[in-house]
């Protein structure tokens, strides 16, 4: 599989005419990934939306697209914004019950990798399929 990715990113550098900037990466709301993640927000309280079409800043349509089509998701509690810019803050001691701290976002993601622990099926080439 990752010599499959490097062709596809080595084609994407060699052609400056493909659009990078402009991809997005999407990810159905059958796969176990973002099941787990579901799993995760709803044991904390939280009706989660979903938003299968991302953008974003990085590039996920490299994971998510041809040749991999892998499952992809962005994920995690707590609370934080200006990202990158000079006011940019994550809360670490909530006083506010319905915003989570640091700590409370940790443990998020302990409870999300135990999810994904507990997949007895995998993503592969967009379908489900029970690993053997």
Same mark, same amino acid.
């Given at each position: 599989m990752c010599s499959a990715w490097l062709r596809w990113i080595n084609k $994407?550098? *060699?052609? @400056?005419?493909? @659009?990078?900037?402009?991809? *997005?990466?999407a990810t159905?709301? @059958?796969?176990?990934?973002i099941q787990a993640q $579901?799993?995760?927000?709803?044991h904390s309280g939280i009706d989660p939306v $979903?938003?299968?079409?991302?953008? /974003?800043s990085y590039p /996920?349509?490299?994971f998510t697209g041809e040749p991999l089509k892998?499952?992809? /998701?962005?994920? /995690?509690?707590g609370h934080g *914004?200006?990202?990158?810019a000079p006011d940019e803050y994550y809360v670490i001691e909530s006083?506010?019950?319905?915003?989570?701290?640091?700590?409370d976002a940790v443990l998020s993601f302990v409870e999300y990798l135990y999810e994904l622990g507990k997949i007895k099926t995998a993503w592969i080439g967009g379908q489900c399929c029970t690993s053997a």
């Open positions: $994407l550098a *060699s052609n @400056p005419t493909v @659009p990078i900037t402009t991809a *997005s990466s159905v709301k @059958p796969a176990p990934l $579901l799993t995760v927000l709803k $979903l938003w299968p079409r991302n953008a /974003g /996920g349509y490299a892998l499952a992809a /998701g962005h994920f /995690g509690l *914004s200006g990202a990158h006083t506010n019950s319905k915003v989570q701290g640091f700590d």
